[in-house]
């Protein structure tokens, strides 16, 4: 059984910074991907970034592509998501997961554990 848990969400101005952490416990995460999805309300939890094992290889969804950066610290067994020019359409509570199977994929489907979610609110 995986833990995660998500912090370093806030409230700032569009055109600022914020980094997210991902803390995982209960089992070591540095051989599988990882990923970041979000939720805005009244929409689907969409694919943000992912990272895989051992973090030589990284993808992002095309609204974040050149601003966010995903990466991780194995021997912490923690991941990040460094988000610089924010908007306010990245307006959502982010989530990070893990891919057991490591398939590296942008589906939600495809990860198995997933935090509680971390609120990021861009004001205009």
């Known amino acids: 059984q995986v833990q995660l848990v998500e912090s370093g969400g806030g409230l700032v101005q569009a055109g600022d910074s914020l980094r997210l952490s991902c803390a995982a416990s209960?089992?070591?995460?540095?051989?599988?991907?990882m990923g970041w999805f979000r939720q805005a309300p009244g929409t689907e939890r969409e694919f943000v970034a992912a990272i895989a094992w051992p973090g030589l290889s990284t993808r992002y969804a095309d609204s974040v592509k050149g601003r966010f950066t995903i990466s991780r610290d194995n021997a912490k067994n923690t991941v990040y998501l460094q988000m610089n020019s924010l908007k306010p359409e990245d307006t959502a509570v982010y989530y990070c997961?893990?891919?057991?199977?490591?398939?590296?994929?942008?589906?939600?489907?495809?990860?198995?554990?997933w935090g509680q979610g971390t609120q990021v609110t861009v004001s205009s």
């Open positions: 209960g089992r070591t995460v540095s051989s599988y991907a």
């Open positions: 997961a893990v891919d057991s199977k490591s398939t590296f994929s942008s589906s939600r489907w495809m990860y198995g554990y």
